[in-house]
């Protein structure tokens, strides 16, 4: 994992980092001080962890559904959705399978900016992992208007995160994922149909062995271009490795998911074999 690590990341700015579920251990990382230091938005990658807070709360169950729109101008920000026309009502798995911005946006103002931000606080964002040495934090904001927390829900403002912030949230739901925890099966279908059919196909290898997890293209306010973002663990059920991968001015989510690809290839390979950890 660490050779396909480097080898995709050749020439990429940015980080990845592959850890052990269970433990925590660091199998594979490319920059990791990236990973430590590195704060920005989460864009879409941060859209599971709204709609765990959505089910929990009861604000949104699995018939809840909402047809897209695609034209979503927040605060001044072009949030159009670029996922495929979808002719029919999206509910939360495909909802987040496509990373429809009209869905979570729309739902988020059934929550209570206080409801968003002590869920994203309590997986870790905004604070130290202990997964990393001289590790910076990111923030996470008690937004003050429906517009700001529409766009904290979405991860284009008022949350800033490391990766090994956003990978050890991640580690969390893998944890959560392994107890089949029935309330949240929405969340975990939704993260598996990401990477079977939805916006982060690119990320699943061949074979059975199936992955899950969430894509994310984030606005940069020092600039005009965006960053990629993929984070999910692999098998999809009884999670073992969960990694993050964070492409500085990367080609959104298409080359970070095609970076997760490769290094959940070789995790398959050796899980077939007999080789794995």
Known sequence: MQA???RAMAGKSGTVVVIDVESGKILAAYRPET???RVALPGSAIKPFTLAVLLQSGKVNRETTLMCKRGTILAGHNLTCTHPDVKQPFDPVTALAY???TYFA???TRLT???LRTTFLDFGLGSSTGLMPDEATGTVTLTSTTAELQLEAIGEGGIHVTPVELLHAYQK?????AKHDASLDPLFEGLEASVSYGMGHLAQPAGTVKVAGKTGTSLVEEGSWRHGWFAGYAP???PKIALVVFLEKGNGPVDAASIAQQIFAVYTTDSATGSAH
Request: charged share 10%.
């Open 4 to 6: 396909a690590a480097t």
């Open 173 to 177: 739901l893998a944890h959560i994922e």
């Open 236 to 238: 999809a059920h009884n």
């Open 99 to 101: 990373s429809c911005n």
């Open 113 to 115: 900016p206080a409801q």
């Open 106 to 108: 729309t739902m988020a």
């Open 35 to 37: 990973a430590a230091r």
